[in-house]
T-cell receptor, first 110, second 114 residues
Framework: TQLLEQSPQFLSIQEGENLTVYCNSS?????LQWYRQEPGEGPVLLVT?????EVKKLKRLTFQFGDARKDSSLHITAAQTGDTGLYLC??????????FGQGTRLTINP | DSGVTQTPKHLITATGQRVTLRCSPR?????VYWYQQSLDQGLQFLIQ???????AKGNILERFSAQQFPDLHSELNLSSLELGDSALYFC?????????????FGPGTRLTVT
């Protein structure tokens, strides 16, 4: 079973600071996805990375896929209170199933 | 708005009862996935349907079953409910069923078993 471990589990920082959260596995993934989930809502897809070493930017969010395709990171620059949420990474397990990490619960304080 | 709808939003029921959760996928999506999210287990894949046929099973209990209808909406049936079944249940949809791709989640159903 391929597992995805996310760190840290909880992160609380002040608005304007930068942060990085990580998604690691001992297994190779063909791709990884990042989702953000707000309380009481479903996860929302942010990005999919598919190539080892790939970097994708979404405004202040930068996503990187490790060269060996076993890990990924999400860097947020100048965090805003609207970035608060649960960040989940997910990767395909076999052809049909998506496995999720436990998530990083991010709180941005004003 | 992902385009995936789920009803009901909240459901409170007693142990031993049976409930049905409903999901309508995004227009054009053929695959529907069901997930259970609890505080201690995270987001767990239950089952996938593609164009009416079961494609993949995850950690779905025998007390749970699902189906996808010709109009592509799906229902998740939970029976003989236990306190531990209290959780958020999400439905997600995607266009393809051959390989797992990007999934779009509904707003979820919060099930509370008392």
């Amino acid at each position: 079973t391929q597992l995805l471990e996310q760190s840290p589990q909880f992160l609380s920082i002040q608005e304007g600071e930068n942060l990085t959260v990580y998604c690691n596995s001992s297994s190779v993934f063909s791709s990884l996805q990042w989702y953000r989930q707000e309380p009481g809502e479903g996860p929302v897809l942010l990005v999919t990375v598919v190539t080892g070493g790939e970097v994708k930017k979404l405004k202040r969010l930068t996503f990187q896929f490790g060269d060996a395709r076993k890990d990924s990171s999400l860097h947020i620059t100048a965090a805003q209170t609207g970035d608060t949420g649960l960040y989940l990474c997910a990767g395909p397990q076999g052809a049909q199933k998506l496995v999720f990490g436990q998530g990083t619960r991010l709180t941005i304080n004003p | 708005d992902s385009g995936v709808t789920q009803t009901p939003k909240h459901l409170i029921t007693a142990t031993g009862q049976r409930v049905t959760l409903r999901c309508s996928p995004r227009s054009g999506d053929l695959s529907v996935y069901w997930y259970q999210q609890s505080l201690d287990q995270g987001l767990q894949f239950l089952i996938q349907y593609y164009n009416g046929e079961e494609r993949a099973k995850g950690n779905i209990l025998e007390r749970f079953s699902a189906q996808q209808f010709p109009d592509l909406h799906s229902e998740l049936n939970l029976s003989s409910l236990e306190l531990g079944d209290s959780a958020l249940y999400f439905c997600a949809s995607s266009l393809t069923g051959k390989r797992v791709g990007e999934q779009y989640f509904g707003p979820g159903t919060r099930l509370t078993v008392t």
